[in-house]
């Protein structure tokens, strides 16, 4: 979009950078997507221009295989139950699956995000566990591939959530 306005408006990007005081480096980090840009900062760079950006929010279901949408409502189980205490039961499981599945996984970006996992459990970094196991972002649902949460539902619990996965 940044782009797009910066042809429309025939604006340079070191042009861009005397308009609004953000360094030409950084523009060309947005426009390559190597820097992330967020709304506010789109929309001042975008008010330089003469333009504004709307942003529209509306709930979307997004595209999920049937194995990551059963793997994501059994993540999401597990999230309802995390909490202080839960992490500190589960973790002798949790560090087993991780043995287990570090003699297995192989290839990127699996090896990465058991690391990943290995260092929220080791943090016991509670948001952002919650949001592993509920998010549907594409990084999300590749890290629950190589989750080391196996075996923390109870047999019922894990047949309740599979009575409604289908």
């Known amino acids: 979009m940044l782009r797009e306005v910066m042809l429309t408006t025939s604006t340079t990007q070191s042009g861009l950078s005397r308009l609004s005081g953000v360094r030409q480096p950084s523009i060309s980090g947005f426009l390559s997507g190597k820097v992330d840009l967020s709304d506010d900062q ?3 760079l975008l008010s330089c221009m003469g333009f504004r950006l709307e942003v529209v929010r509306r709930p979307i279901v997004p595209q999920l295989t049937r194995s990551e949408r059963r793997s994501w409502q059994l993540h999401r189980r597990l999230s309802s139950l995390l909490n202080r205490e839960s ?3 589960w973790r002798p499981t949790i560090e087993r699956n991780m043995e287990r599945l570090s003699g297995h996984v192989t290839g990127q970006p ?3 995000n ?3 996992w290995r260092g929220l459990v080791d943090r016991g970094d509670l948001p952002d566990l919650h949001r592993v196991l509920t998010g549907l972002d ?3 649902v590749e ?3 190589v989750s080391p949460m ?3 539902l109870t047999q019922e619990q894990r047949s309740e959530v599979m009575a409604v996965a289908g």
């Open 42 to 44: 789109l929309d001042r």
């Open 87 to 89: 992490i500190q039961g």
């Open 110 to 112: 699996h090896e990465r």
């Open 114 to 116: 058991l690391q990943r």
């Open 138 to 140: 594409r990084d999300s």
């Open 143 to 145: 890290m629950r591939e």
């Open 150 to 152: 196996g075996g923390l």
